[in-house]
């Protein structure tokens, strides 16, 4: 199974990550938790399929069919489709959107040319030109802490909540848990991790890994699985 990603922050700034996946063999893998919203492309024997999909809350164990080719976009928190809200498509509850004949698919009684992994940066510009990718920029400064001025703290809550699918709480528990992978992934000491990602012990760092990865911290820094971070 290959996985690539590239970074296209500054170049489409609602889009985090293009990333692709091809399998030559069925591939088991571990998705871990996700705090975004992703558009993604799947390409079978039957064509390409549309799927939107929401914040994933714990790690999940998946399978890459045969043959399948994969690629997406990762959406920055709080960019998101007014109609498709992430709530409604937390944990794989993904909306698929018709795929015509033409090689295109259906958004909003709107035909759209089907992209590739090197242009879907076109395609997410005209969702936004189009009015159907905004992004809420109060999502910011609710993530670093900051409540907008004038606005309730139940408010800025319930607006967070439609604009991630999450809560803020929830973002940050995820955040910081695929943070801590990723060092434990890269072969930090457990000891390290634990104060780098502001855990208080061993066991809260992996509980932590458990439900963001479904594997525990000596698994992550032994490689013992795929994990798609």
Request: proline share 7%; charged share 20%.
């Amino acid at each position: 199974m290959g996985l690539i990603y590239n970074d296209l922050v500054g170049q489409v700034p609602l889009v985090q990550r293009v990333w692709s996946a091809t399998c030559d063999v069925e591939t088991g893998f571990a998705s871990a938790a996700k705090a975004y919203s992703t558009i993604c492309f799947a390409r079978g024997s039957d064509g390409v399929t549309v799927h939107l999909k929401g914040p994933e809350t714990q790690g999940t164990l998946m399978t890459c069919p045969e043959d399948w080719e994969f690629f997406g976009v990762e959406l920055r928190p709080g960019a998101y489709l007014p109609l498709h809200p992430p709530a409604g498509l937390t944990d794989f509850r993904n909306a698929v959107l018709p795929a015509l004949p033409s090689g295109r698919f259906l958004l909003d009684g709107q035909e759209w040319e089907m992209p590739t992994e090197q242009n879907v940066d076109v395609l997410v510009n005209r969702l936004v030109h189009a009015g159907l990718l905004i992004f809420d920029p109060f999502v910011d400064e609710i993530r670093h802490g900051e409540r907008p001025r004038g606005m309730s703290e139940r408010t800025a809550q319930l607006r967070f909540r439609r604009a991630t699918g999450i809560s803020h709480r929830k973002l940050a528990g995820i955040e910081q848990a695929r943070y801590a992978a990723q060092l434990l992934t890269a072969g930090s000491p457990i000891a390290e991790v634990i104060n780098a990602a502001g855990y208080y012990d061993h066991p809260h760092l992996t509980r932590a890994m458990r439900w963001a990865t479904g594997q525990t911290p000596s698994e992550l820094r032994a490689g013992t699985s795929f994990l798609a971070l």
